[in-house]
């Protein structure tokens, strides 16, 4: 995923009511950004460090920015809640995730019970349905993932349960926007009923792919597989 226009260079003041943030551009002038993450961006927040915006596309809009990443131990950590959807289904579409590739058609939010399903990809054999979650939270080497309670996310794996019960291909896939970390766990400190509800659906037969990507100013792209364990 390539950046449409240039990012704009900043530092980050603060963030507040979730969805604001105070940032300092290099010409010194102060700019309230929209922040996407509606989480509590544990372990993404650190007042001071580089930034990048990106400028919104309706100048009607109250925020002229939109907060895209923040530089956090010398690399760059994708912070816009708003890109994994569109990450994951550019690289299905183009072969780049090798457990989800030979798929013909795929489309993005495909109604399901309750839900919205992010992706729905088909061949001629099958039809798998696909789960986007945005993952930023960093503990040691691990990945984690919710940094709050979900319970959308609960709900979410549910339907995946229920599609796998019959017979259709489910997987969980987890967009990991920092390259700082090497493996992929559930935060059961956080939110112990998503993290239990992610090993009983694994044992049922949802597939959980961990994607790392690597975050630029210019683009967002994939970088590996990492592997995961859920006990941890």
């Known amino acids: 995923m390539q950046f449409e226009t240039p990012l704009i260079h900043g530092y980050l003041i603060k963030r507040y009511k979730r969805f604001l943030s105070d940032i300092r551009l290099d010409d010194g002038s102060i700019v309230v950004a929209h922040c996407t993450n509606s989480g509590s961006m544990k372990t993404c927040i650190e007042e001071g460090a580089e930034v990048y915006l990106s400028p919104a596309k309706d100048p009607k809009r109250k925020t002229r920015f939109t907060w895209e990443m923040i530089k956090l131990n010398n690399k760059w950590v994708g912070i816009n809640t708003s890109h994994p959807n569109l990450i994951a289904f550019e690289a299905i579409k183009n072969g780049s995730i090798e457990q989800l590739r030979g798929y013909k058609h795929v489309q993005r939010e495909v109604k399901v019970g309750n839900s919205r399903i992010d992706i729905m990809a088909q061949n001629e054999n099958e039809t798998c349905f696909?789960?986007?979650?945005?993952?930023?939270?960093?503990?040691?080497?691990?990945?984690?993932?919710?940094?709050?309670?979900?319970?959308?996310?609960?709900?979410?794996?549910?339907?995946?349960?229920?599609?796998?019960?019959?017979?259709?291909?489910?997987?969980?896939?987890?967009?990991?926007?920092?390259?700082?970390?090497?493996?992929?766990?559930?935060?059961?400190?956080?939110?112990?009923?998503?993290?239990?509800?992610?090993?009983?659906?694994?044992?049922?037969?949802?597939?959980i792919i961990p994607i790392r990507v690597k975050v630029t100013p210019n683009e967002i792209v994939i970088d590996k597989e990492l592997p995961f364990d859920l006990n941890l």
């Not at 979900?150 to 995946?160: A, F, I, P």
């Not at 291909?169 to 009923?193: C, K, N």
């Open 130 to 207: 696909i789960e986007v979650k945005n993952v930023t939270m960093k503990e040691g080497d691990y990945a984690r993932f919710p940094d709050a309670v979900t319970t959308r996310g609960k709900k979410h794996l549910d339907e995946l349960i229920q599609l796998k019960k019959e017979g259709i291909r489910a997987v969980m896939l987890y967009i990991i926007q920092r390259s700082d970390v090497s493996i992929f766990a559930p935060a059961h400190t956080i939110d112990p009923t998503y993290a239990l509800a992610l090993q009983e659906a694994y044992k049922l037969g949802v597939e």
